[in-house]
């Protein structure tokens, strides 16, 4: 054989490989071939390397007899010992770390780096990272398996990363991970890609994928983001900055960026430039930590690409592909790169059909929260760990609770039936781990390893939106199981009420009809927390304590009102994305004044109400002087969702409307924000809630498209009865005849003038015959909260079949 010939099968250069030659050049580098070849042409930046081949990996083994050694070693493996299999492993990795590799071997890798330092004329710092020929299947992901070592530069240090790379291939995690998926040790061969470092150390960097990490809603682009190099992204050292943007409307040139949560970053990888090792870390700066790592441009770039990589993977296999890929932004040159890109193997291989669903039956004391990783809820009693020495102490069932994990404590992770971690967020590897694992886990708490001790039997809750919390003692559950069945719909809308944007992606699996109420005062409420006047007038704010706390709440923000347009066109956004191209009714903000003034800062900006209830709110706040400012950021927000966003699907409805003159009122404020009716399609809907709604409904129905029946109130308001008082609240009924007459007669006066109108309400699913009520006068949708979607959409097809008979 030539030296041209052993160097050409021993190194590969990336446009020389493809998908098709895992075989040879394992998963990782097999896709960065493929991108290179076939994706930088088209904009998405990859830099160049090259990959040494499992031919070149098995002739090492082979020449160095190697091979047999190893098979001794493991003939005697018991990969559930950890004892056992630490010793095991041990043992590999310095019989691999001891020998020389053969000189052909070493020839060709050093001329392919020379050859790729050759057009910046001086040695380059390159990234050397390990690529298992069996990685990336649809069923078994070994991401993360091997190792991979960063700032190496020179010929020497290469050749010791390689080595050390392929020793990697027998470290505990990943002996054990392969006996679990029932892999043959020599059937796996080794691959090492070589390629050239993005100076992220100074820039930015993290993890992204092609769909949601939690709920596998597809239509999302999750990105990951903190300071320095990507390693402490993947190993949940940081808690990064989380992004969603949205692809359908990305596609289409809209900017719909979801979701946008400040991690607290509070430290980066950097080189060891004149110190002993290739990477340190070091603080991020108090300013750094408290703003976005990234901007809006590099964030809609990246996921843009993850598109397009996404895209290309899938017509590639015939069929859908979700992405997870790590990305690096350079500090010199401020250039975004694709740096690693795998098929997503947990959420894309789950069925879709059957819903699981976790709810807690009982109370608990909150002891630690942090991110939710999955939905499930899990017990146990704690065992902290502080490092990979502990491992052996662990028992099967109990609740992991460290700092962070790393692929070496995936042989006990899977005995876990929890896991609590300091540090990281949902694209760590605990997060990733977990997922795989089907395991409740709560990332990022900062304080866990504190607050929690030894032995003490708790509940860890991921049921509860993006949030998880450590309780204490074992709260009751319960799990139910939905098949997602796609029945024949009924002609009668079956729509959710929606509030928590948390929860929207998941519950968008629930065959239903879109969002007949999605409430915007949860939002705020939660995810937002300030009286929007008291952004508007900051520097007029009396209170000491609010001032404070505004000041934390808005630390990333220098223009402080758009906080409360970003946070709010956010969760918005989050929700008529889960559900677009539906429909999704966003009711304008229905806080009394007790509840507005509970906001932070709200107190001096709110009357006091002897009656909040019927006082100061819905559509009289709007356009009058003392809120209108206030409103106009409710405006703004929603023309970003709808016009930014490219979520036309969004329709708004003012609630508490007392009279046609309000309603034309209002609408003259909304349009100076942009929000004209039938401008871009939008369409205005008014709560139907006071008898002057149904008594003037046709006047009404000339200025609005639809009307929203709101049963509380107006039962409350047809009756008489305050809903709050319990010596009267026997009298509430919305199926009182003058109630239901009520009803009856705007659903009439609607039908003729020829507008939609809907219900929001728990009536429906509570009683049946207050159902087929609304069935029989032909009402367009009713809306429900989530848990009764299901069999109230059974039983209005059966009442539809039944009266149409």
Not at 419 to 427: L, W
Not at 511 to 516: E, F, H, L, R
Not at 729 to 746: C, G, K, L, W, Y
Request: proline residues 4%.
């Amino acid at each position: 054989m030539s030296a041209i010939a052993s160097a050409v099968d021993l190194v590969r250069w990336f446009d020389q490989i493809g998908i098709e030659d895992v075989p040879s050049v394992g998963g990782k580098n097999a896709s960065l071939g493929e991108m290179f070849r076939e994706l930088t042409p088209h904009g998405v930046q990859i830099p160049n390397g090259f990959a040494t081949t499992a031919a070149a990996y098995r002739n090492f083994l082979r020449v160095s007899g190697l091979d047999e050694k190893i098979s001794q070693v493991l003939a005697d493996l018991d990969s559930g010992d950890i004892g056992n299999l630490r010793q095991r492993g041990h043992q590999v990795r310095e019989l691999i770390l001891s020998t020389e590799f053969p000189n052909d071997f070493k020839t060709a890798i050093c001329e392919a780096y020379r050859q790729l330092s050759a057009e910046r004329g001086v040695p380059l710092d390159v990234a050397v990272r390990s690529s298992a020929t069996a990685e990336d299947l649809p069923d078994a992901s070994f991401a993360g398996q091997q190792e991979t070592y960063l700032n190496v530069r020179g010929e020497t240090a290469l050749l010791d990363a390689c080595r050390r790379c392929f020793a990697s291939l027998f470290t505990d995690r990943a002996i054990s991970y392969r006996v679990d998926k029932g892999f043959d040790h020599h059937q796996i061969a080794l691959s090492v890609g070589v390629q050239v470092m993005v100076r992220s150390d100074i820039g930015t960097s993290g993890v992204m994928f092609s769909l949601d990490t939690e709920s596998g809603f597809r239509d999302a682009v999750l990105i990951n983001a903190a300071y320095g190099l990507g390693e402490n992204v993947v190993q949940g050292a940081v808690n990064p900055d989380e992004y969603y943007v949205f692809k359908p409307t990305l596609r289409t040139g809209s900017r719909p960026i979801l979701k946008k949560a400040v991690g607290s970053k509070e430290i980066k990888m950097v080189y060891d430039i004149g110190g002993s090792k290739l990477t340190k870390n070091v603080p991020v700066s108090l300013e750094d930590r408290t703003r976005f790592a990234v901007s809006d441009d590099d964030i809609l770039t990246l996921a843009r690409w993850a598109c397009q990589i996404e895209d290309h993977y899938s017509e590639k296999k015939g069929q859908p592909c979700p992405m997870d890929m790590e990305w690096a932004k350079d500090g010199n040159t401020g250039q975004l790169f694709i740096v690693q890109a795998r098929p997503e193997t947990v959420q894309s291989q789950r069925s879709k059909l059957t819903l699981e669903t976790y709810r807690l039956r009982g109370n608990g004391t909150a002891i630690v929260s942090g991110g939710a990783v999955g939905s499930r809820i899990g017990q146990g009693k704690v065992r902290v760990i502080a490092d990979a020495s502990g491992l052996a102490e662990f028992q099967d069932g109990e609740v992991l609770v460290t700092e962070k994990t790393d692929p070496d404590w995936e042989p006990i992770m899977k005995k876990a039936a929890g896991i609590v971690t300091n540090r990281g967020g949902r694209t760590c590897h605990a997060a990733i781990v977990s997922r795989e694992l089907g395991l409740p886990a709560i990332v990022g708490t900062l304080r866990g390893t504190e607050l929690l001790h030894d032995g003490q039997e708790v509940t860890v809750s991921c049921a509860e939106g993006d949030t998880g919390v450590v309780y204490d003692g074992l709260v009751p559950f319960d799990v139910e199981e939905t098949q997602l069945d796609q029945r024949k719909r009924p002609q009668t809308k079956v729509m959710m009420i929606l509030a928590n944007p948390d929860e929207a992606f998941s519950l968008s699996f629930i065959p239903n009809d879109g969002v007949g109420l999605a409430r915007m005062e949860f939002i705020i409420n939660n995810h937002i927390k300030v009286h929007p006047l008291a952004l508007l007038k900051f520097d007029q704010l009396d209170d000491t304590a609010a001032r404070t706390e505004i000041e934390r709440l808005t630390a990333a923000y220098v223009d402080k009102p758009q906080f409360f347009v970003d946070r709010l066109a956010e969760g918005v956004g989050m929700i008529a994305a889960a559900f677009y191209p539906k429909d999704v009714i966003v009711r304008m903000s229905d806080f009394k004044t007790n509840e507005y003034a509970n906001l932070v800062g709200g107190r001096q900006f709110e009357p006091i109400e002897e009656n909040p209830m019927l006082g100061f709110r819905g559509a009289s706040r709007y356009y009058n002087e003392r809120y209108r400012d206030a409103f106009t950021l409710e405006c703004r927000a929603m023309t970003k969702v709808r016009d930014e966003m490219g979520l036309t699907n969004v329709k708004l409805m003012i609630p508490f409307c007392r009279t046609v003159e309000e309603g034309k009122r209002v609408q003259e404020v909304m349009a100076e924000q942009g929000l004209e009716r039938g401008k871009n399609g939008l369409e205005i809907y008014v709560m139907c809630e006071i008898p002057s709604n149904v008594i003037q409904a046709e006047a009404f129905a000339e200025i609005f498209d639809g009307f929203s029946i709101g049963s509380n109130d107006l039962t409350q308001l047809t009756l008489g009865v305050d809903r709050d008082s319990e010596i009267v609240a026997h009298i509430f009924n919305e199926r009182d005849p003058a109630v239901m007459a009520t009803i009856q007669s705007a659903i009439e006066t609607a039908k003729r003038m020829g507008r939609k109108i809907g219900i929001c309400g728990q009536g429906p699913s509570d009683y049946p015959e207050f159902a087929e009520f609304l069935v029989e006068q032909g009402i367009d949708s009713i809306s429900l909260n989530p848990d009764a979607v299901l069999k109230t959409t059974v039983r209005i097809a059966e009442m539809e079949d039944r009266l149409s008979n």
